[in-house]
């Protein structure tokens, strides 16, 4: 919990949308499918759905994974990318 609000709380949280979706029920969730939330283009088009795999490779460069999103964000330690999807499974 404590590294979700160091690295994504700026932007996400866990029931509101804020500048980013909100991150309840995010696992197996199709991407740019959140209502009331203005995704990219590029996102809304991926055909993501996101699964541990896709949530790794989205954490670690969001934009090798879907050129043109939105996301600045990047978690290049693995550990934390774990960390941080472990923490999300939990958000059902």
Known sequence: M???RQRCADC???DDNDTGPRHRGVLGRSAGTVPGFEYSPALRRS???WTPRTLDAWLRDPDALVP???MEERVSD???RRDLIAY???LR
């Open 88 to 90: 999300l499974s939990t």
């Open 47 to 49: 055909g993501l759905v």
């Open 12 to 14: 996400h949280s866990v």
């Open 2 to 4: 404590q590294l979700y």
């Open 78 to 80: 693995a550990r934390a």
């Open 68 to 70: 043109g999103q939105a």
